[in-house]
């Protein structure tokens, strides 16, 4: 079955300890994100890559980091979580291309931080 | 300027009756995808339907269509028959070519269905 996954899918923690939320696609696609969403918002690109090795900021990069070692895995890592880091976050994967049905999102993780 | 602008916050609509969700867009990418999602309180973020840029027809899948005025830049949904699990967050997006990797998405509409 054609998805992305990621983990974990809830996390509380507290300010300044360092985390990691994982995903990993299994289509072979070229193109991934992470996303996050906040009220009124709608979602907005953190990074994004192109492929592996090839990454750049999105909207809101800030306070968040990337690495694309390999095709199927796109990690998001937070070095020192902030409160104002508390939101759903989506990580997803495409192809080259504007077809709709290629655009996948992971099931989403929510992060609260105290 | 916004990209994409959903003017509604929330709408409600009765059980088996229709409803129009607005979208309007602002891009200068000749080549450009449109993309509704659908988030149940849930979370996950499901596909309903996407339109090209150069696509003649409105897009329609099952009881969702795309009223895609490509002049006014709007790509309005359309639900029909609207039924109880239709109520969820309604996500309009866009992808354009030059930024092959990133959705561009709306605030939302909450959309409520009545019984």
């Known amino acids: 079955e054609a998805q992305v996954t990621q983990n974990p899918r809830y996390l509380i923690t507290v300010t300044g300890k360092k985390l990691t939320v994982t995903c990993s696609q299994n289509?072979?696609?070229?193109?991934m994100s992470w996303y996050r969403q906040d009220p009124g918002l709608g979602l907005r690109q953190i990074y994004y890559s192109m492929n592996v090795e090839v990454t750049d900021k999105g909207d809101v990069p800030e306070g968040y980091k990337v690495s694309r070692k390999e095709k199927r895995n796109f990690p998001l890592i937070l070095e020192s979580p902030s409160p104002n880091q508390t939101s759903l976050y989506f990580c997803?994967?495409?192809?080259?291309?504007?077809?709709?049905?290629?655009?996948?999102f992971g099931p989403g993780t929510r992060l609260t931080v105290l | 300027a916004q990209k994409i602008t959903q003017t509604q916050p929330g709408m409600f609509v009765q059980e088996k009756e229709a409803v129009t969700l607005d979208c309007t867009y602002d891009t200068s990418d000749p080549s450009y995808g449109l993309f509704w999602y659908k988030q149940p309180s849930s979370g996950e973020m499901i596909f309903l339907i996407y339109q090209g840029s150069y696509d003649q027809q409105n897009a329609t899948e099952g009881r969702y269509s795309l009223n895609f005025q490509k002049a006014r830049k709007s790509a309005n949904l359309v639900i029909s028959a609207s039924q109880l699990g239709d109520s969820a967050m309604y996500f309009c997006?866009?992808?354009?070519?030059?930024?092959?990797?990133?959705?561009?998405f709306g605030a939302g509409t909450i959309l409520r269905v009545k019984s």
């Open positions: 289509m072979n696609h070229e193109y």
């Open positions: 997803a994967s495409n192809n080259k291309g504007l077809s709709g049905n290629e655009q996948f």
């Open positions: 997006a866009m992808r354009e070519w030059e930024y092959g990797n990133k959705l561009v």
